[in-house]
């Protein structure tokens, strides 16, 4: 009988499920897994009654959306989080389940939710091109009729309220680097119009409630980002990469490779995002790198530290080789943010290299 294997997740050393998060050990002799929940929570500020603030999360239990509730717990807010984890998972917020500070709702957006809280972050809606043309028409829903029902709970209760918008507003952008005040070159009937005009209407429901209704908003426009808690089969480029040459298999390149991205690091997003919502600014933000790779570049680019980790641990086989595939409709030939007013109306700027 094999000796059970203990796992703790994905995430890298030091993080917090490494350190406070449910422990996990699989028994690989009749394929079971049980699990032992920790009562030790991480350490929080403690923060005096007039500063604590109650903050919603919707789409908390995601990606971006997980990394921006761990620093707001560790900041000592009260933290809700919302999500119907279509594409999120209890995993990555499960560590702070418990904690005096912390809520998890399951709930989709597209229905009413009520809550009384100061901060709203709207984060809730499918990322990834696999995962929101899944459902196309669910993923319109999600940003029309989510949007609009957070817009109404922050005009409720008078909380301020921020939407992440994405980069995918530009298009195929025919202006580079983009800047906020391009409007945009994006087919309205192609195959990711869904996301694309979706984040665009949100937008505009945005705006529309702040100058009808006073609401106090905020638009951060999101460019490629990457770091721990990817699903690693999402479909995207960075995690796509990485796990076709973990595996030594062939790492695809649609197109010939030439079209450009820029990749920011999840925690310099983290940052952008709370400076956002606590400054002053409120015209639309770009948060996203000014390193700029072809994705030729970035697959040789992973290709080799793959291959050089894998050597250092004795377990290298063979080096990944790149293929060549046709680019799917409306592919984004060149994207990479103009920070301008990020750095100068927030002080932000993006501190993490690829590497």
């Known amino acids: ?31 079971s897994i049980s699990y032992t929940t ?44 919302l999500d119907n984890f279509f594409t999120g998972s209890r995993t990555t917020v499960s560590h702070w389940v418990g904690h005096p500070n912390f809520e998890m709702v399951r709930h989709d957006v597209i229905n009413p939710f009520l809550i009384e809280v100061d901060q709203i972050y709207h984060l809730a809606c499918p990322a990834s091109p696999p995962h929101y043309q899944y459902n196309a ?65 949100a937008e505009t429901l945005t705006y529309g409630y702040q100058r009808q209704d006073g609401v106090d908003v905020r638009v951060a426009r999101i460019f490629n980002t990457f770091g721990p808690r990817m699903n690693p089969y999402d479909g995207r480029v960075v995690s796509n990469f990485i796990i076709q040459a973990l595996k030594g298999e062939d790492m695809t390149v649609y197109g010939d490779g030439s079209q450009t991205r820029s990749f920011q690091y999840v925690h310099d997003l983290v940052d952008g995002l709370i400076l956002l919502m606590n400054g002053p600014e409120t015209r639309p933000t770009n948060i996203g790198s000014s390193h700029e790779f072809t994705i030729k570049e970035f697959a040789e680019h992973v290709k080799e530290i793959v291959a050089k980790v894998q050597k250092e641990e004795g377990t290298y086989k063979k080096t990944a080789e790149i293929i060549y595939k046709d680019l799917p409709q409306d592919d984004p ?13 927030l002080g932000w700027k993006s501190r993490w290299t690829v590497a």
């Open 137 to 201: 028409v669910k993923t319109i829903k999600t940003s029309f009729m989510g949007t609009l029902n957070m817009l109404g709970l922050a005009k409720r209760v008078k909380a301020r309220f921020l939407i992440t918008s994405t980069s995918e507003v530009y298009g195929d952008p025919e202006v580079h680097p983009q800047t906020e005040e391009y409007w945009g070159h994006v087919n309205p009937i192609g195959i990711r119009a869904c996301y694309d005009e979706g984040k665009r209407v």
């Open 1 to 31: 009988m094999s000796a059970p294997k203990v796992v703790k997740g994905d995430a890298p050393p030091n993080s917090i499920e490494r350190a406070y998060g449910a422990q996990s050990t699989y028994n690989d002799a009749d394929n």
């Open 333 to 345: 030939q060149r994207r990479r943010a103009d920070t301008t007013r990020a750095e100068e109306s």
């Open 38 to 81: 920790m009562a030790k929570f991480p350490p929080v500020k403690l923060l005096p009654n007039a500063e604590r603030k109650r903050i919603l999360v919707t789409g908390g239990a995601g990606f971006v959306g997980s990394h921006l509730v761990d620093r707001l717990m560790l900041l000592g807010h009260e933290v809700t989080v």
